[in-house]
């Protein structure tokens, strides 16, 4: 990482071993930092991070996917919170993985945000057999019992 060789230095020798997820914490706040221009002159550039990321983003290395994603775009600010628009000057591949997680960024930044629908739940008589198929082939059977558990609901029918 640009910019992050001392901090990467010093999160080795404090973990005794390498923890991305807790490592991209610091590169989030640093980043961050960076863009509001409260950073350390001397420290990371946000742009050159951000261009470093979107470069490892469209290389598709799964690990390096994972850590970007869950542990640096999930971890950027909110609206209403410091350093919030630096999602803007996300690159294409990472701006796809960012509305991913907050689809309603790319409403919002469109300026069309709108009220979420709300769906009645349909009742088990209008489910069609197609409908139903499918959503108990999801389940598995118990050895035993022949019944089926449901891995969203956790429990036997």
Not at 62 to 74: D, H, N
């Amino acid at each position: 990482m640009p910019g992050f060789e001392d901090a990467y230095e010093c999160h080795v020798f404090n973990e005794h071993e390498v923890l991305p997820h807790l490592f991209f914490w610091d590169v989030v706040q640093d980043t961050v930092r960076s863009y509001l221009g409260e950073g350390d002159p001397d420290g990371p550039d946000w742009r050159r991070v951000l261009a470093f990321l979107e470069e490892e983003t469209r290389r598709c290395a799964p690990g390096a996917i994972e850590v970007i994603v869950t542990s640096f775009l999930y971890d950027l600010p909110y609206k209403g919170e410091p350093g919030y628009g630096i999602e803007a000057h996300l690159g294409p591949a990472m701006k796809e993985r960012y509305l991913q997680l907050r689809p309603w960024y790319g409403a919002e930044a469109a300026g069309a945000i709108r009220k979420p629908k709300v769906l009645a739940a349909a009742p088990a008589s209008a489910w069609g057999p197609e409908a139903l198929e499918r959503f108990t082939s999801k389940c598995r059977s118990s050895p035993r019992s022949g019944r089926r558990r449901c891995p969203r609901r956790r429990r036997w029918r």
